[in-house]
C-alpha cells in the first residue's frame, strides 16, 4: 500500500443516524418536517455533537453521519440525543422527529473533509437495526465502552448485514428499557478531556508553535525550538489551560498555516505565536497570542534582551498569557508564576540542555544520537552541577537506552536512569519532569506505589503533562486496572494528538490485558498502519490474533515482525514489560495458541 494512502487512515468511532418514517412524514406535511428537523438538530443534534467533541461529516436528506476520536463520546453523545426531553415550546404543532442511531470503531480513509471505508459502512447498516428512539452499536464498540458509562446495551446476537463480508455482532439499547447499573459497576471518575474549541463553553486551551529561527544561522534552529518548549512546560503548569504538548505543536514546523486551522485540527481555542533573533549575547522575541476561532490578536509583546535575561522573559510571556486568557490561578500557581524558578548559574549550561533535548526530540532515535544527546546533557552539568533539568534529561536518555537496547549496557542504564532522576529531584524538587522520569523508572522497578506517587507529583506540577497521564495509564494496566486505564491513555492522546500512534499501542495493551481482544486488535492494527516498521506492536498483536482464533492471520504478522527485526526475542520482551505474572501468562498465552515462538 503506497504510503500516502496510508498516512490517510485513522480509527474513528462513527455514529450514523436516520429519521424514523422521514417519508411518511414529508407526505403528510413537509412544510411541517422540514421545521421540525430543523428545529431538533438545532437543539438537540447539533449541541449535543459539539458538547462531546464530535464533527458532522455529511448530512444527507435526513440521515447524518459524525465522527468521534473517542468512542466514549460516540455513544454519550447518542445517549445525549436519544434519552427523552421536555419538547420545546411550539413542537407540539409539529411532527415529532425519532431517530435511530447506530455506531461503529473502525478504520476509515480520509478525503479531504470526507471520510469511507468499512468504519463508516458498519455504521450505517447497524442504524437501520436500531429500535425508533434508540441506539445499536457493533461489539467493537460495546467491548470498548467497557463500564465507562451509565447504561448497559443488550446482546442482539450476531446479524448479516448488506455489503459486509461477515456477521456482526450487535447490541443495543432504547430508553424504555434501560437500567442503570449499580455503584459498583460504575468506572472510576478520571480527568475530563477538554472540549475542542467553541464546544461547551469548557475550559481555556493553547497550542504554542515553534517559533520562527530568525538568526538567520539554521544551527540556532536548537535555541528557538527550546525556548518555544520551555513556554509550553511553564503554561502546562497551570490546571485551568489546556496545553497541547510539543510533539503535536512542532508538527506545523517550517509550514505556513492558518492559526484556525491549527485550532480545528489541535481542539484549542487559542495559538501563540512567534519569533526569535539571537545575536551574540543579544535576544529579540516576538510573541503574539491568537484566538484560534477568530483569527484576531489577543496580546502582542517584543522583547530585547541580553541572553541572560532569557529566563525572565519565559516568565513574563507565560504571565501575560494567563492575563490575556483570564486564566483563574490557584493561590500556588500565583506564587509559582512570581517566584524565581530554578535555573542554571551559567547559560551556558541552558543551552547545552537545549542542544541535546533537540537531539533526543527532532532526530532519528539511535545509538549515535542517544550519545551524542548524553554528551551535551554531560557537560550541562559540568557548567552546573546542580542543574537539574539536566539530571533528569540524562534520566530520559538513559531510559530510552534501557527499551531500545542501544548501548553495550542498556539495564545498566536503567540504574542510571533511576539515579539521575533522585539526583534531579534532590536538586530541585519542583521540577515536573525529574518526578516523570522517576515514575517511569519505578515503573519498570514494578514499584507501583512508588510510580504512583511521582506521577501524582508529577500532574500536581504540571496538569497538561501528556507523559504523566500516559504514566497513570501504564500504572492502571499493569497493576491489575486496564480498563480504568484507557481514560488516562486518552487524556494523554488528547494533550498530545500527534502521538496517538504511540498512544494507541498503549490502549491496544490496556484492551488486550482486560480480555478485550477484538478492540485490542482494532486499535494495535491501526498503530501498525501508522508506524510500519513497528515490531512491538506486531508481539502483542499476534497475540492478540491466537486468542481470537484467528491463526493465520498471527502468523502472517509474526512473519512481518521477523522481517523486520530478525533478532526479536518474545520472552526478552515480556520479560522486560512490568507485568503481573497473571497478565504476563495472558499475552504468551496468544502466542502459543497461535502456535508461535521464538
Known amino acids: 500500500m503506497p504510503a500516502a494512502e496510508r498516512i490517510n ?12 418514517g422521514y417519508s411518511r412524514l414529508m407526505a403528510a406535511d413537509e412544510a411541517g418536517t422540514l421545521a421540525a428537523l430543523k428545529r431538533h438538530r438545532e437543539g438537540v443534534f447539533d449541541p449535543a455533537v459539539a ?4 464533527r458532522v461529516v455529511k448530512l444527507i436528506g435526513d440521515g447524518t453521519i459524525v465522527e468521534f476520536a473517542s468512542v466514549i463520546d460516540a455513544v454519550n453523545c447518542a445517549l445525549s440525543v ?3 426531553s421536555p419538547a420545546p415550546d411550539g413542537a407540539a404543532a409539529q411532527p415529532a422527529i425519532v431517530l435511530r442511531i447506530g455506531i461503529n470503531l473502525g478504520d476509515v480513509i480520509i478525503e479531504g473533509d470526507d471520510i469511507y471505508g468499512d ?4 455504521a450505517a447498516r447497524l442504524e437501520p437495526l436500531a429500535e425508533p428512539g434508540g441506539i445499536c452499536i457493533s461489539s467493537i464498540v460495546n467491548e470498548s465502552i467497557g463500564n465507562r458509562i451509565d447504561v448497559r446495551f443488550q446482546d442482539g446476537g450476531e446479524m448479516t448485514v448488506k455489503n459486509i463480508d461477515r456477521p456482526i455482532r450487535v447490541w443495543r439499547w432504547h430508553p424504555s428499557t434501560t437500567t442503570v447499573p449499580s455503584p459498583s459497576t460504575v468506572a472510576v471518575p478520571s480527568p475530563s478531556i477538554a472540549p475542542k474549541s467553541g464546544a461547551n463553553g469548557g475550559g481555556q486551551s493553547i497550542a504554542v508553535l515553534p517559533f520562527t529561527n530568525m538568526s538567520g544561522d539554521p544551527e540556532q534552529e536548537y535555541f528557538s525550538d527550546g525556548i518555544s518548549e520551555d513556554i509550553i512546560t511553564d503554561l502546562s503548569k497551570i490546571a485551568g489551560l489546556i496545553v497541547i504538548a510539543r510533539n503535536s505543536s512542532f508538527a506545523y514546523k517550517g509550514r505556513s498555516v492558518d492559526v484556525r486551522e491549527v485550532g480545528r485540527e489541535l481542539g484549542v481555542r487559542s495559538v501563540l505565536e512567534g519569533s526569535i533573533r539571537r545575536a551574540g549575547q543579544r535576544v529579540r522575541i516576538t510573541a503574539q497570542l491568537i484566538d484560534a476561532t477568530s483569527g484576531s490578536h489577543l496580546w502582542a509583546e517584543r522583547y530585547d534582551r541580553d541572553l541572560t535575561d532569557i529566563f525572565a522573559v519565559q516568565d513574563e510571556v507565560t504571565q501575560q498569557i494567563v492575563g490575556a486568557l483570564k486564566v483563574t490561578l490557584s493561590p500556588a500557581e500565583k506564587a509559582r508564576l512570581v517566584e524565581k524558578k530554578e535555573e542554571p548559574s551559567n547559560v551556558a549550561a541552558y543551552d547545552c540542555v537545549l542542544r541535546g533535548r533537540e537531539i533526543m526530540l527532532s532526530k532519528e532515535k539511535n545509538r549515535e544520537t542517544f550519545e551524542e544527546a548524553v554528551k551535551y546533557f554531560k557537560k550541562a552539568l559540568e557548567l552546573d552541577s546542580n542543574y537539574s533539568q539536566a539530571y ?7 531510559m530510552f537506552d534501557y527499551q531500545n537496547r542501544w548501548s553495550d549496557d542498556p539495564d ?17 524538587p519542583n521540577e515536573p519532569m525529574a518526578h516523570g522520569v522517576a515514575a517511569l523508572t ?10 504512583q506517587a511521582e506521577v501524582d507529583r508529577t500532574l500536581a506540577l504540571n496538569p497538561s503533562s501528556a507523559l504523566a497521564h500516559n504514566l497513570l495509564g501504564t500504572i492502571r494496566s499493569y497493576s ?21 500512534p504511540q498512544f494507541l499501542h498503549f490502549i491496544g495493551i490496556a484492551y488486550l490485558l482486560a480480555g478485550k481482544y477484538e478492540t485490542a486488535a482494532a486499535m494495535l492494527r491501526q498503530r501498525i498502519s501508522l508506524v510500519p516498521n513497528t515490531d512491538f506492536s506486531r508481539a502483542v498483536l499476534a497475540a492478540t490474533l491466537g486468542h481470537l482464533g484467528e491463526i493465520e492471520e498471527a502468523r502472517r504478522v509474526w512473519g512481518e515482525l521477523k522481517k523486520i527485526n530478525p533478532k526479536f526475542s518474545f520472552q526478552a520482551y515480556l520479560g522486560r514489560q512490568p507485568m503481573r505474572p497473571e497478565d504476563a501468562e495472558r499475552v504468551a498465552a496468544g502466542i502459543v495458541k497461535a502456535g508461535l515462538a521464538d
Open 82 to 84: 436519544q434519552r427523552p
Open 119 to 122: 468504519g463508516v459502512n458498519i
Open 412 to 428: 545498566g542504564s536503567f540504574k542510571l536512569a533511576a539515579q539521575y532522576a533522585q539526583k534531579a529531584i534532590d536538586n530541585d
Open 442 to 451: 519505578a515503573i519498570f522497578a514494578r514499584d507501583f506505589d512508588r510510580a
Open 51 to 54: 458538547a462531546h467533541n464530535g
Open 480 to 500: 491489575g486496572r486496564p480498563l480504568e486505564a484507557i481514560p488516562a491513555i486518552e487524556q494523554a492522546m488528547r494533550l498530545d494528538p500527534a502521538f496517538r
Open 9 to 20: 487512515r485513522k480509527l474513528a468511532a462513527i455514529l450514523a443516524a436516520d429519521v424514523v
Open 392 to 398: 533528569a534529561s540524562l534520566g530520559f536518555a538513559h
